[in-house]
């Protein structure tokens, strides 16, 4: 970036095209769509995440020409008044200043426990024409849920989602902006389960740190007529500059290894202060680099084991409707040493809370 700005290289150009643009995308298409075999057209959108997920529902709403969509239950993406509707947590909903038209929730993978599939409510509301469901241009949803408290979507159910969605003439978007980019440990969250998704949002980290936002959208979809949907900002050349840079982890299968190795020490240590403390019925979830620990006895226990972490220098913020899971989000290119004392650091938090709790549990008695 600094190189770039010392060659006075353009910073800001509306949606125009420009070099560092052009070599992002093509950086972009050689390596990471062309290897996965995907094809996809790239539109910047507005800067943050919620730009891309509007630019998401405005296209599958206008290409189908139907108004409604599905979300699910415990979903966040984003907070502007379009994403918002497809929103689920109750702490940033008020019906006083957004209106939820035009969205339908249907409940998310083990939304009633493992062994119910979720999957039969939403082909029943499809089948029948008295559900009062009206037929959506697209489904939203998260392959793990960040916000919602990180409830981890299998590959199984992905794979009905696509199938329900193709059945039924229903765009299927996902929305990687949190757990994309590699989060998951590959690039895109949804690899795993082998769909092919007909919109993709990404940004947070796509841009090195700056704002940055795009939509992935399947080429037959890219009916805009010229301008339709622009904005000044529509590409952030710095953001391009580091995001070019940073895709070319992408060009061997290391950052991938590290972050599966990584996975297994951030999970093993988990489940090993889980299983200690097994009166509180902890559970641990998640995949890749993004992890929850969900307190299930008391859901006040994560946000004490969050403000202790904080107290012994670890920031580590909870999630879930009621704040009731600890996330671990880190770095993915964390040294093993730093993510161990981190561990370290956590489980002691833990440990502090939990005899906190018992004595003044005993004082009470
Ligand atoms: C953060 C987030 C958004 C919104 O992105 P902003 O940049 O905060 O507008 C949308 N979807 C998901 C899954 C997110 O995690």
Known sequence: MIEYLKEDGIVHELDMA????????????????IPRNLEYK??????????????ALKLARMVKGRSNIVAFTNGYHGLSQGSLAVTGNNFYRDESHISRSNVTFMPY??????????LTIFRKYLEDGSSGLDLPAAVILETVQGEGGINVASKEWLQ???????????LLIIDDIQVGNGRTGDFFSFEFADINPDIVTLSKSIGGGLPMALILLKP????????????TFRGNNLAFVA?????????????ANAISHKENILKEKLEA??????????????????????????????????TKA?????????????????KFLPPLTISQEILEEGLEILSCAIDEVIQEKESRLKEEF
């Open 220 to 231: 037959e979809l890219d009916q805009w007529k010229p301008g339709e949907h622009t904005g």
């Open 243 to 255: 995001s070019k840079h940073l895709l070319t982890y992408w060009e061997s299968d290391d950052l």
């Open 18 to 33: 420009t070099t560092a643009k052009k070599e992002f995308m093509e950086s972009f298409i050689n390596t990471i769509l």
């Open 42 to 55: 790239l539109q910047f959108t507005g800067p943050t995440g919620t730009n891309a997920v509007e630019t």
């Open 160 to 170: 009905g989602v696509e199938a329900l969605c193709r059945e039924f003439d229903i």
């Open 273 to 306: 202060i889980a299983s200690k403390h097994s009166d509180y019925d902890i559970k641990i979830r998640g995949r890749g680099l993004v992890y929850g620990m969900e307190t299930r006895s008391d859901s006040s226990v994560a946000s004490e084991i969050s």
């Open 109 to 118: 993978d083990g939304y009633f426990g493992d062994d119910a599939d979720s």
């Open 310 to 326: 904080f107290e012994k220098g670890l920031i580590v913020e909870t999630c879930g409707s009621e704040g009731q899971v600890v």
